[in-house]
């Protein structure tokens, strides 16, 4: 198992209170993610992460993966994606990429509208959901600067992370609801899907 965190969680769908557990996950981003879908339905079990990591630390999409999910998971830094590979590469489709355009990066074939997408990659987090057009998650989890509220958005390809207001405008523009954040994560759900 992995290292387990402790709940740095605040509900910000009134349902998505008293959720927020880890089986993996770093500040109760398991228990949330499970709530919104049990929510809002599963449709095609598909999720990517990017920013995966070994695979295993503080991983977002482990405990969906245990369940048979089809996973994308890409990972810059050599070495975490040789682990990553050499761990989950057999069951998970592991790509060594620095993201930098979603709709293109996704393999052909993978769900444009996927459950589940994290995008955790300390610092161009917002460019990168800014720019995906084609893929949109019904699910999608969002690094943010810890624990900064601020609007503040990073320069394009400079250092720094956006604050959770930042990332939140930008989730309702491209049509999503934040249900929950944690100390360095946002949790958000299609509009759509909260709606019909």
Not at 21 to 47: M, P, V
Not at 61 to 79: G, T
Not at 154 to 163: D, E, I, V
Request: net charge negative; proline share 4%.
């Amino acid at each position: 198992m992995g290292t387990v965190g402790s709940i740095n969680a605040e509900a910000v769908l009134p349902w998505m209170a008293g959720h927020a557990s880890n089986k993996y996950t770093q500040f109760g981003e398991d228990g949330l993610i499970q709530r919104a879908l049990d929510e809002i339905g599963e449709t095609n079990r598909q999720c990517f992460e990017v920013g995966a990591a070994d695979g295993l630390f503080f991983s977002n999409s482990l405990r969906l993966r245990e369940q048979d999910w089809l996973a994308v998971l890409i990972e810059s830094e050599p070495n975490a994606f040789a682990k990553l590979k050499a761990s989950y590469g057999n069951k998970s489709i592991c790509i060594h990429a620095t993201a930098t355009d979603m709709d293109a990066q996704l393999p052909e074939g993978f769900s444009e509208t996927a459950d589940f997408g994290v995008i955790d990659i300390d610092g161009q987090d917002y460019w990168l959901w800014h720019d995906m057009v084609r893929i949109r998650p019904r699910v999608m989890l969002v690094e943010i600067h810890p624990p900064d509220d601020a609007a503040a958005i990073p320069k394009r390809g400079g250092n720094g992370q956006a604050g959770l207001n930042a990332i939140r405008e930008l989730g309702e523009s491209k049509g999503y609801t934040l249900a929950a954040r944690t100390y360095c994560n946002a949790l958000f759900i299609d509009s759509r899907e909260l709606t019909e």
